[in-house]
């Protein structure tokens, strides 16, 4: 991929060791921007660089549509083993943020990187953009994911970096991220615990009517 930043390379072959898949790559420098504030041109730049991979010199290496919590599989685990798990009271939001993702329309798909926040970007001192880690969700998918998880910096500055339908179609998307947090830990086999844990998590999320 010819983008504008950096991405970790690989520096020696990949290894596997008692299940595990492992491989040293270079570093990025740079830190995660400060939450709740950015930059929109920059936030433009980078969704703009995504969507201008070619996908066919890639395709060989992405993930498949909702890689992060069940790939073909998203809806039918979401409602029906994410939902029961719900309290009643929060079951009926959670619902409607599930439909409401499905009811949105198909659109082209570009590069996603599935995950395009937190100390998932790099930047500089200075506010500029230096890298993008952790490409294990990229997938050729709908852009307004990336745009979704980019709420990181602020929905305002989102509003600000992407046209209307985009921000609309985000914070559909949006809406759902708090109820995946569960279906990837059952998708992961997690113990249950762990589950209830994500189970919690997303529970107070949606009673504040947050993403």
């Given at each position: ?21 492992a491989v040293a790559v270079s570093w ?27 996908l066919r010199l890639v395709e060989d ?68 953009l230096i890298g993008v880690l952790d ?77």
């Amino acid at each position: 991929m010819d983008l504008p930043f950096q991405v970790p390379t690989p520096l020696v072959p990949v290894s596997t060791v008692a299940g595990r898949v492992a491989v040293a790559v270079s570093w990025v420098d740079g830190t995660a921007h400060p939450r709740g504030s950015g930059d929109p041109a920059k936030l433009r730049g980078l969704l703009d660089a995504l969507a201008s991979v070619d996908l066919r010199l890639v395709e060989d290496v992405l993930d498949e549509p909702h890689a992060y919590a069940g790939r073909e599989r998203w809806e039918e685990i979401l409602v029906e083993e994410v939902l029961p798990r719900l309290p009643v009271h929060v079951r009926t939001e959670a619902r409607r943020r599930i439909e409401a993702a499905l009811e949105l329309d198909k659109v082209t798909a570009s590069l996603v990187h599935g995950d395009l926040g937190g100390d998932n970007v790099h930047w500089s001192s200075d506010g500029d953009l230096i890298g993008v880690l952790d490409w294990d969700l990229a997938q050729p998918f709908d852009p307004a994911v990336d745009a979704a998880c980019l709420a990181w910096h602020g929905w305002d500055a989102v509003r600000s970096a992407v046209d209307g339908e985009t921000y609309r179609r985000a914070r559909v998307w949006a809406g759902t991220f708090a109820i995946e947090q569960v279906g990837s830990a059952l998708v992961n086999g997690e113990p249950p615990h762990v589950v209830d844990r994500h189970v919690e998590s997303t529970v107070r999320l949606l009673e504040r009517g947050e993403h």
